[in-house]
């Protein structure tokens, strides 16, 4: 069953990025989190959007190109993968099954 994903509270949270990385606060727990480049890009994209998207959308964002186009790329997906879940993890983001 696929899933979708969104940001869980975007306008609770802050950021500050530079090269090698971003520190994100959550306001609703009062968390500080220190993210990679690749999971800040995965964040940020799910914010800015606003609204949920499935793993092939996100990728498509993410590499700007049709939402088909690196879905079955079992790389893109096992990459994404571990991000998405850590964001989970830490209560950044929450999958929707749809």
């Known amino acids: 069953m696929p899933c979708r994903w969104h ?4 306008g609770q949270c802050r950021w500050h990025g530079w090269d090698d990385g971003f ?25 800015e959007t606003g609204h949920p998207l499935s793993a092939a ?13 690196k879905a079955a790329d079992p790389e893109t997906s096992f990459t994404l993968g ?15 099954l749809s």
């Open 23 to 47: 520190v994100f606060y959550d306001g609703r727990t009062a968390a500080t989190h220190l993210l990679g480049p690749a999971t800040a890009a995965v964040l940020l994209t799910l914010i």
């Open 7 to 10: 940001a869980v509270a975007p």
């Open 82 to 96: 571990p991000i998405l879940a850590e964001l989970e993890r830490i209560g950044l983001v929450e999958r929707h």
């Open 57 to 69: 959308e996100l990728t498509a964002m993410l590499y700007d190109e049709a939402p088909d186009a």
